[in-house]
């Protein structure tokens, strides 16, 4: 009887024996799937890896031969239409740039076999598939040997335009057979590459099929574990998509709200299925938000590049529009002063003209950068076109304006710019009135710049 008890004892199994059982097998089963997929991955790496060496390369090289060929040829018939015309200066002109042209392709076309023949050759050496990159190689050089001999037939071509005289009709015919031998053997070096690409879309099937079977696995592994241990791991599996939840919900939050995503790690304890997932989950929120973030900065930038003049780093005619209805605005709201002040450079079309464009360029940098170490805080100066600036003085009066504006007049008078020495300036001045509009306080101001001009430059000018 104590035998028979002892014997029920051994095959009694405990509810956590039985976890541990079965968690041992699902274990094992995970341990075979994950070698499986290893050695799928590295296979796949490999094929990857064969492509991005040599496939990918060989059809690039392919293309760029077929083009600097087809531009080669161009450039030929081009020549044997000119030597059909009467020599003429235009002619003679045209004639040396279809040379040089002919002559940098056959540099780069060169350039391309140098490229493609040692890479062909070495994967035919090195490659599981070196039976797929005969072809192309086989092709590749005996292009070359094509290529080189008619190189050498065009050249004796050139020769003849050069002494002013039509090729044979004998020539010309040979030249087309050349051309028909090398259009043949690209037409198998573009077979050859296809064959290639074909094998690209049997790789990219083949992995598909495998990682689909891998998926299928999968599935059916993170079936068997939800059955066997959902009743036990129920309350821990709540707890964490609680915590995934409240991290996806605080994600969207910010996104509605267009606030920074949060990049902290969702904290969720074991490393199993659900820790996986929180931990890719917060790799790809702490990924997005880097790419947020990055957005931000490029729009930033992107605004910046549209509102900043590249010449002289001043504000543009863009940001000068959004700028002046916003302190046009404020200043109605506030019933402050505001006034506008304009100016350009005196003469500057004669400086253009008597030292050059990069001279004038060099004027417009330096004379920026002098006025806006002339300005108040609370200034701004916008560079509206050409040899045009206009500073926007909030909180400013027409009379504070012109105070302002002489100062600006006379240290630029002062200053010494390098090769034009001395530089002038004209400026005009308009206080914004309660009838006033954006384009009419523009307007004035524009107006009494000019006024400055034509009563003799280099002074202030009030509307």
């Not at 729009?299 to 010449?311: E, G």
């Amino acid at each position: 009887m104590t035998h028979k008890k002892n014997k029920k004892r051994k095959i009694k199994w405990t509810i956590t024996q039985k976890i541990v059982g079965l968690t041992s097998i699902l274990i094992f089963f995970i341990v075979v799937l994950l070698i499986f997929s290893i050695f799928s991955l590295s296979k796949i790496q490999d094929d990857l890896r064969e492509l991005d060496k040599f496939d990918v390369p060989l059809v690039r090289i392919a293309n760029f031969i077929e083009i600097h060929m087809l531009e080669q040829e161009i450039s030929i018939d081009e020549l044997l239409e000119l030597s059909h015309y009467k020599k003429s200066e235009k002619n003679e002109a045209k004639k040396e740039f279809l040379k040089a042209k002919f002559f940098k392709n056959s540099k780069k076309l060169e350039g391309q076999f140098e490229k493609g023949i040692p890479l062909s050759k070495e994967a035919t050496s090195f490659t599981d598939h070196s039976e797929r990159f005969e072809p192309v190689h086989s092709s590749i050089v005996t292009l070359k040997k094509d290529s080189i001999q008619l190189h050498d037939f065009l050249l004796k071509i050139l020769k003849v335009i050069d002494q002013n005289k039509k090729p044979s009709e004998d020539t010309v015919l040979k030249l087309l057979s050349l051309q028909v031998r090398f259009d043949t053997q690209a037409m198998k070096l573009i077979k050859a590459i296809e064959e290639l690409t074909e094998r690209e879309l049997e790789l990219a099937e083949k992995h598909e099929k495998l990682f689909f079977y891998v998926e299928i696995i999968i599935g059916f592994s993170a079936i068997v574990l939800g059955i066997f241990f959902s009743f036990i791991i129920i309350l821990s599996i709540k707890n964490k998509l609680f915590k995934i939840s409240s991290k996806i919900r605080e994600v969207n939050d910010a996104l509605v709200k267009n606030k920074i995503i949060p990049s902290k790690t969702i904290d969720v304890e074991d490393d199993d299925e659900i820790g996986e997932v929180a931990s890719q989950l917060s790799s790809m929120i702490n990924s997005f938000s880097k790419d947020i973030k990055k957005r931000d900065a490029l729009l930033k930038h992107m605004k910046k590049v549209a509102t900043t003049d590249t010449l002289t780093g001043l504000s543009n005619r863009h940001s000068y529009n959004e700028f002046i209805e916003y302190e046009y605005n404020r200043a109605n709201r506030s019933d402050k002063d505001l006034s506008l002040i304009m100016f350009d450079i005196d003469n500057f079309k004669k400086i253009n003209d008597t030292y050059g464009h990069d001279i004038g360029d060099l004027v417009l940098i330096e004379l920026a950068k002098t006025v806006r170490g002339l300005i108040r805080q609370i200034d701004s100066v916008f560079r509206i076109g050409g040899e045009e600036f206009v500073i926007i003085t909030p909180y400013t009066s027409g009379q504070q304006a012109s105070k302002l504006a002489e100062i600006i007049r006379e240290k630029i008078e002062e200053h010494r710019f390098d090769t034009v020495n001395s530089v002038t300036i004209s400026l005009g001045i308009h206080q914004c009135g309660s009838k006033d509009t954006i384009e009419s306080i523009y307007k004035k101001a524009d107006k009494a710049m000019y006024r400055s001009k034509k009563s003799g430059k280099n002074r202030v000018s009030v509307y």
